[in-house]
């Protein structure tokens, strides 16, 4: 998504290590700054890096940004990542978007629960905002971009799958697996924030090939896919919001 913010008017950028509270993103390629401008005429708070439970920190630590963005009025958060596929149709490249997850991660609401934020046991059936999701579908065709759609499983990581461990998220119902996302998405969703969140399908697990997933071709498939995704987030939020 390396080129959504070239898109963006950005009136102030700040870096995360001079906001109290904000984590320090550890992984090469991710940058960290919270960009703050508009697209479209609409205002955007956009993170440049993000921070994921397998660097070690705590989901509150994680989730803190949502939080942040919610204080500061946030409607809808969207989110995007990078993941493997477990669905044999799918390919290096596709975008898939997100229409559900299955959370295999510590959930982040765990902990006392402040009242202020949202309700005790938040309903996850609606999470993936249906309306923005047939839009973003549109938008895709109306730019000649192949969309998939499906569900994405989060685990801990920071190890890849093994065979078994793919075969097990395709047979549970998901479509492709990450490390990311989730903890955010269920933070927001508490908070009564939309959603709507894009994969860009890195890798494919096949059973007939065993090569090694690498961080390497995680980067790689990106490279090919990500301003694909940021074509359609660009069109999705002048045509939204
Ligand atoms: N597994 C888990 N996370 C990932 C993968 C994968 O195959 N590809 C990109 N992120």
């Not at 509270?21 to 090469?28: R, Y």
């Not at 919610?70 to 989110?79: E, N, P």
Request: glycine share 10%; net charge neutral.
């Amino acid at each position: 998504m390396g080129n959504f913010a070239e898109g963006m008017n950005i009136s102030r950028s700040i870096e995360y290590k001079s906001i109290p509270n904000f984590p320090l993103s550890t992984v090469k390629g991710h940058k960290g700054e919270l960009l703050f401008g508009t697209m479209a005429d609409k205002q955007i708070v956009c993170m440049q890096g993000r921070f994921h439970y397998y660097e070690g920190y705590s989901m509150q630590q994680v989730t803190f940004p949502v939080r942040v963005m919610k204080a500061l009025g946030v409607k809808l958060l969207i989110v995007t990542n990078a993941s493997g596929a477990v669905n044999p149709n799918f390919e290096v490249g596709d975008i898939m978007i997100i229409k559900d997850h299955i959370n295999l991660l510590p959930n982040p609401l765990i902990g006392p629960n402040d009242e202020r934020l949202g309700v005790r046991f938040p309903s996850m059936t609606t999470i993936y905002d249906k309306t923005l999701r047939d839009k973003a579908k549109a938008i895709a065709q109306e730019i000649g971009i192949t969309i998939r759609e499906g569900v994405y499983v989060g685990t801990t990581g920071p190890s890849f799958e093994t065979p078994a461990e793919y075969k097990y998220f395709r047979t549970i119902g998901a479509d492709a697996v990450g490390m990311s996302t989730v903890p955010e998405v269920i933070a927001a969703s508490h908070s009564g924030m939309k959603v709507f969140g894009m994969s860009v399908i890195s890798n494919v697990f096949r059973e007939d090939n065993t090569t090694d997933c690498t961080h390497e071709e995680v980067l790689e498939g990106v490279a090919k896919a990500g301003n694909k995704m940021s074509n359609i987030v660009t069109r999705l939020i002048a045509q939204t919001l």
